[in-house]
C-alpha cells in the first residue's frame, strides 16, 4: 500500500499489532519510533503519522495532516450485477482509478442471487475501496450501491442533457467508445457496463431511452473487469 489509511477515531488509540495496517508499518515500511509515514483519514486529510513507541500489543500514532485531496473526478459507473469476485476487483481498481460512484445494479441477465453475497451483506465490500485508495495515495473513497435495478438506477441520474452517458455493449455499438473530449459536463460522465452475460434487449432500449449511446472498446469481447479499467482510461480517469 502506498498510503495507510485511518477512520476517523482511529488515531485517537493505540493500533493492535495483530491489524494488517501495523504489520505493514513495521515489516514493509520497517519504520521505529521516530520514524514517519504517510498516512490519511478516510474521506479526510493526507499527511504524516509518526510512529511514537511500540509495545507487545500496540503501536501509538501521531498523525499531522499536511493537505485536503481535491474531490473525486465527477465519473460514476452504472454496472450489471456481477459474480462477487469480479465486483471485489472492480471495486479495487475503479477506486484506485478515481471513479467518484459505482452502482452495482440488477438487469436482465444478472443473477438476483449475487445481491445476497457476503460481499455486500458482511460489509467487505468496503475493504477493497480501502484497498483502491491506498493503492492511489487518495483518502476519497467512491460512494457504492447494490439494491437497485437498472430502472431505478438510471432513474436516480440527473435529467439527460446534463451529464455525458456512455454504454459499452460489443453486439449494437455504433462506434468506437471515444476519448473524453475535454473537460466532463457539469453532472459528469456516466459509463454503463453490462454484467458478465452481457446487456439485454430490454436494457438496451431502457439505455437508449436514458440519453445512452452504445460504444465499444473494439471487435474483442473483454473480461467485465478489464473493460471497466479499459473505459476510465479513455475517458481519462485517473490519467491526470
Not at 451483506?121 to 480501502?130: C, M, Q
Not at 436516480?156 to 454504454?167: K, V
Request: include cysteine; charged fraction near 20%; hydrophobic fraction near 45%.
Amino acid at each position: 500500500m502506498n498510503l495507510v489509511l485511518f477512520e476517523s477515531g482511529e488515531l485517537d488509540q493505540p493500533l493492535p499489532l495483530a491489524d494488517p495496517r501495523a504489520q505493514h508499518v513495521l515489516k514493509i515500511l520497517r519504520r521505529g519510533p521516530g520514524d514517519t509515514f504517510v498516512a490519511g483519514l478516510v474521506d479526510g486529510p493526507l499527511g504524516e503519522a509518526t510512529l511514537v513507541a511500540v509495545d507487545d500489543t500496540a503501536l501509538t500514532l501521531a498523525f499531522f495532516p499536511t493537505t485536503t485531496p481535491p474531490p473525486l473526478p465527477a465519473v460514476t459507473l452504472l454496472i450489471g450485477l456481477p459474480r462477487p469476485q469480479t465486483a471485489r476487483d472492480l471495486l479495487r481498481d475503479a477506486t484506485t482509478l478515481g471513479a467518484a460512484a459505482l452502482h452495482f445494479v440488477a438487469t436482465e441477465r444478472s443473477d438476483p442471487n449475487y445481491a445476497a453475497s457476503t460481499l455486500w451483506t458482511s460489509g467487505e465490500w468496503r475493504r477493497h475501496l480501502l484497498a483502491g485508495a491506498a493503492q492511489a495515495c487518495d483518502t476519497r473513497l467512491p460512494r457504492v450501491t447494490w439494491t437497485d435495478t437498472l430502472a431505478t438506477g438510471l432513474a436516480r441520474l440527473p435529467p439527460p442533457g446534463r451529464d455525458r452517458r456512455l454504454a459499452l455493449d460489443n453486439y449494437e455499438a455504433s462506434g468506437p467508445l471515444p476519448a473524453s473530449p475535454g473537460p466532463a459536463p457539469a453532472a459528469g460522465i456516466v459509463l454503463a457496463f453490462g454484467p458478465e452475460r452481457g446487456w439485454g434487449p430490454a436494457d438496451r432500449a431502457a439505455l437508449r431511452a436514458a440519453g445512452f449511446t452504445l460504444h465499444s472498446l473494439g471487435p474483442r469481447p473483454l473480461r467485465l473487469e478489464t473493460a471497466v479499467v479499459a473505459a476510465l482510461a479513455v475517458q481519462g480517469c485517473g490519467m491526470a
